[in-house]
Structure formats: structure tokens, C-alpha cells
């Protein structure tokens, strides 16, 4: 099976009104016309996705941060862009802290989200699980509302207890298990104010249940590493073209063989081209 990973897109923030401003929107409002627009263009995230419609994938991963702000009108244009991928049951969404940004983005999440972020059977509970041929995608949710300045995720104990469940469920199934997820699932990955806040625990599920495959946004860069046999990649920002000591934009496909054995690919963003290729 071949399935693509794209993460955090930054789609170009979208009209605001002056009341929806106070909050801690104002600081992510600043940072946006202040120096993220000049970096995050839909252009390159227009060419990512015909490059990656080009391998024709069986489905897409997209782990978090299509908005800026969290905004009604952000919202709204995330769900149109991910309607325009590929059908919803091709499709495995979870958020990230952009998405979430204020207590009332998180209560929006379901509306404009859901079809992407449930389970085979309809269920919207976390974390999901949608079965596509050997594979398992196993969606958590990290978004949180956060103080000022902070860019933390939270799994939550529920969640937690869950999703070992789950990985247990589907490894007795002998599915390869895809686990989905905003923020580096790790301990000593960001600095405090950007990481899980329960990453410790988080990391003695992954020590227990050992999933195949965990797949992460957040630090736009690419990022591999491990946990035991776990094998663990963090994909670069779907939309930044150059610049500031910015990686460029990045994506990754990955095809499992039936034996389990595990192909990536990465493909860069050149911005001379602008076109992807694979380095």
C-alpha cells in the first residue's frame, strides 16, 4: 500500500474581524504578516499536491496546522482543501495547535473535521481507526487551547488508555499500525513551551505496544528517528519555499508490501524549479 504524509500546510489566513483578535490570536496574528506569510505560500503547497497526486498514493495523511488562527473563515477553507484531496475515506486528518488555538477552535473541531477524523465505524471518538488494506491508520489528537506564547499538545489519560487499546487491537489483527499525530510523541524533542506535555507517558505506550510506524508535523523540518522498533518520522511544512534558515517544503511517501517491509521517499521543494524531486 503507498500513502503520502503532508503536515502542516499554512494555509493563507483568511479576513478578520477586530473581536476575534482578543484572545491569544493577536500574537499568531503578528507572527503571520510579520514573517510566516512571507514563507508559507499556497503556490508551493498547490505544487506538493499535484506532485503527490502524481504517484497516485491509496491515501493521504495530514498530521495538523492547515490554519494559522484557528479562524471561522480558516476552518472553512481547511475543510474545502481537504475535500478537494481525494475522498474523505481517503483521507486521515488530525489536528494541530493552530487548528486548536483558542478554546473556541477546539469546540469547532468536529464540525468542520469530522468526516476526516473518525473511525471505520462512524464513531468520532479518539483516537480513530481507519483499516485500509494491511494498514491501520490510528488518528490522535494533540490540540489543545494554550496560554500565550505556548505551542504544547496534550494526548490526555483517556485518549491514552485508548489508544493502547487500540494498538493492541490491531496488532492481534496483524495490521501495520500507523499511528498519526501533530506533535513529536517523544520526550526531549522541542523545547517546553512547543512539546506534549505528556510525553513521557505517551512514550511508555509506544515502549509497550511498539506500532510500526509513527508519523508527526509540528518542527516543520524532516525528522527520523526511533523508539525501539518503532520507527518515527517527522515531515517538514507542506508550503514554505526558502529562506530564514527555513527548510524547504517537504513530503513523504510510504509504501508497505504485504510482507510489512516498509519503502519512503522524500520529496523537497526546489524553489528554482518549483517543482518537487526526490534528493
Not at 499556497?42 to 490554519?67: N, R, Y
Not at 511498539?210 to 524532516?222: F, K, R, S, W, Y
Request: proline share 6%.
Amino acid at each position: 500500500m503507498l500513502f503520502a504524509h503532508i503536515t502542516d500546510v499554512h494555509l493563507p489566513t483568511t479576513p478578520v474581524k477586530p473581536h476575534e483578535l482578543f484572545s491569544k490570536r493577536v500574537l499568531s496574528y503578528l507572527s503571520w504578516h510579520l514573517k510566516r506569510k512571507k514563507h508559507h505560500l499556497k503556490p508551493v503547497s498547490d505544487a506538493l499536491v499535484e506532485d503527490m497526486q502524481s504517484f497516485k498514493p491509496e491515501h493521504i495523511c495530514v498530521t495538523g496546522d492547515v490554519t494559522n488562527l484557528g479562524l471561522k473563515g480558516e476552518l472553512e477553507q481547511a475543510r474545502d482543501w481537504l475535500q478537494a484531496l481525494a475522498p474523505a475515506n481517503k483521507v486521515s486528518f488530525v489536528p494541530g495547535n493552530h487548528d486548536t488555538l483558542t478554546p473556541w477552535s477546539v469546540r469547532q473541531r468536529d464540525k468542520y473535521f469530522s468526516p476526516w477524523m473518525q473511525s471505520d465505524d462512524g464513531k468520532a471518538e479518539m483516537p480513530y481507526v481507519q483499516v485500509r488494506g494491511n494498514v491501520a491508520f490510528i488518528g490522535v489528537d494533540t490540540g489543545v487551547a494554550t496560554l500565550p506564547f505556548m505551542a504544547t499538545g496534550t494526548v490526555g489519560a483517556k485518549q491514552m488508555a485508548r489508544l493502547e487499546q487500540v494498538l493492541n487491537e490491531t496488532k492481534e489483527q496483524g495490521l501495520y499500525r500507523v499511528v498519526l499525530i501533530h506533535h513529536p510523541p517523544l520526550p526531549n524533542i522541542n523545547k517546553a513551551r512547543k512539546a506534549l506535555t505528556d510525553a513521557e507517558a505517551l512514550a511508555q505506550v509506544i515502549d509497550r505496544t511498539q506500532p510500526e510506524l509513527i508519523l508527526h508535523g509540528h518542527n516543520h523540518v524532516p525528522m527520523e528517528y526511533g523508539r525501539g522498533e518503532t520507527q518515527i518520522f517527522g515531515t517538514g511544512s507542506a508550503s514554505v519555499d526558502f529562506g530564514d534558515g527555513i527548510a524547504v517544503a517537504h513530503y513523504s511517501l510510504f509504501e508497505v508490501k504485504p510482507s510489512g517491509e516498509l519503502k519512503v521517499t522524500h520529496r523537497y521543494y526546489n524553489p528554482e524549479t518549483r517543482k518537487f524531486a526526490t534528493r
